[in-house]
C-alpha cells in the first residue's frame, strides 16, 4: 500500500529545504511502556527520531499512579534518547468519559503542556494523544506560533469512549443530536447536551489549532469526514510498522510457502469483545477437517471464561499473553491468522506482521482492516458474522492450496525508515509553511 498523499505533498515541498536539518519536535501520547498499538507506536516514532538526531520531547498521560503524589504529579525520565514528562495522577487513570466538559479543557495538562513549550521550545509539536490531557493542550502550541499536526489513533475526537461501540457490541454512528447514545455507554449524571458540545467544541480546536490530521487508514479518514470535519484537513498516512519489518526478517524471508496439518488459525492481541474472538470461537464450532485454532493475548476473565463455554468443542487453545520478542516464534506456529474485529478497528498493526512472516489473514470487513490486509493475499468476511467468517475458514480447509497460493503472494511491508522519512518531511513542510500568527491557530 502506497503511503498516499500526505507523503507525497511532504516529500515534495521537503526537496531542497534541508530535509538533514535537526529539529526539535515535541508529541503528546498517552502512556510510554504500556501494551497496544497507540501507545507503542509513537514511542517507535520517538526513539526513531533521536536516532536521526533529532530532539524529541515528550508529554504523556501516564496510566499508572505516582504514590503519595499531588494530582497532576509529573515524573520526567529518558529512555532511548527520548525525554519524557509523564502526567500522574490524573482524576481518571484511563476513560474520562463522564466528563465531558473536562475533555474539552483540563485546566492543569493545558498549563503543563505551556510549561514544556516554552521551556523546549519545539520547531513543530505532533499529537498523537488527547485522552488524558484535554483538548486544550492545542491552544498553548498555537499561542506560541508553533505549526502542528496530529495522528489519531483512536476515535476520541468523535467518542468518549475511544471505538465507537455502543453496548451489546453495536458499531455506534457518532453522538446524536441530544448526546442519547453517549450516555448508554458512559452512564453519566450530565445531560448529553454535553456530549454534543464536547464533539463540536473538540472539532473546533482540533481544525483551529492543527494544520492538518493524518489518518491512518480511509475508515477514519471516513468517521472524521462524517463527524463534520473538513477534507482538506485530513491527508492519509497509512501506518509503517517496525515490528513488521523485524518480523520479515527474522521469519518472513526464510518462511517456504506451504501449510501443516492440521491448518492452524491464529489470533493475536488483545482478547476483547469488541476484537471479536467470540466469533472465531463459535466459527470454530462449525468446522469439519484437521484444524486447531489459537488464541494469543491476554484478556478480562470474565470474557475468556465466556470464551471457553462458546467453545463447546473444546477446538481452541489460549495461550494468554505474549511479548514482542517472542512475537516471531508465535507468527512462526500459525497458518492463517484471524482478524475478526466488531469494531471500527483504526489500522490493526498485527495485520503487517502476520503478513511479514509470511501469513496471510482473513479480516472482518470494517474500519481499517481492509486498508492493511493485502487484497490478492487473503480475504474479507462480513463484520461481525460468525456464518461469513466459518465458511471462510471452511474454505481453506476444503482447499488449502489457497493459503500457499496467498503465501506466495505476500508482499514485504512497507518500510518504516520510508514512514519516517514522511514524518520528518511533514514536519519540513510544517516549517517551511511559517509559525501561527494572529489569533491562536490561525495561518498566516
Known sequence: ?????????????????????????????????????????????????????????????????????????????????????????????????????????????????????????????????????SAGITGPVAAAGIPSCASLHNFWAVCPTLYLQLPGLTVCAGVDAAGANCLQCTHAEVPGSQYVARRDRIREALVRDIRFALPASSAVRDTLLQSGYPAAWLRLLPLGNARAERIRRELGKGRRPGVRSPLRFGFLGSVLPIKGVHLLVGAAQALRGAFEVHVYGDGPTEYLDALRQIDRKQLVRFHGGFDGDSLAAVIAGIDVGVVPSVCIDHSPLVIGEMQAGGVPVLGARIGGIPDYVQPDAGALF???????????????????????????????????????????????????SGRVGGRPGSTP
Open 1 to 133: 500500500m502506497q503511503a498516499g498523499n500526505a507523503a507525497t505533498t511532504a516529500l515534495r515541498c521537503a526537496r531542497g529545504m534541508g530535509r538533514d536539518a535537526t529539529m526539535r519536535i515535541l508529541m503528546t501520547m498517552f502512556g510510554w511502556a504500556e501494551t497496544g498499538g497507540g501507545t507503542i507506536f509513537p514511542r517507535q516514532i520517538a526513539q526513531d527520531l533521536v536516532q536521526r538526531g533529532h530532539d524529541v520531547f515528550v508529554v504523556s498521560a501516564a496510566l499508572q499512579p505516582l504514590p503519595l503524589g499531588k494530582a497532576y504529579a509529573t515524573r520526567d525520565f529518558a529512555e532511548g534518547g527520548v525525554r519524557v514528562r509523564a502526567i500522574h495522577n490524573r482524576p481518571t487513570a484511563f476513560l474520562d468519559a463522564a466528563a465531558p466538559v473536562r475533555e474539552v479543557h483540563d485546566a492543569a495538562p493545558i498549563a503543563l503542556v505551556d510549561a514544556a513549550v516554552r521551556e523546549f521550545r519545539p520547531d513543530v509539536v505532533h499529537f498523537h494523544n488527547f485522552l488524558g490531557l
Open 382 to 432: 462480513a463484520a461481525n458474522d460468525m456464518a461469513a467468517l466459518a465458511i471462510a475458514m471452511q474454505r481453506l480447509l476444503d482447499a488449502p492450496d489457497q493459503v500457499v497460493a496467498w503465501q506466495q503472494r505476500l508482499r514485504p511491508p512497507a518500510s518504516w525508515a520510508g514512514y519516517i522519512d514522511a514524518l520528518v518531511a511533514i514536519y519540513h513542510e510544517l516549517q517551511g
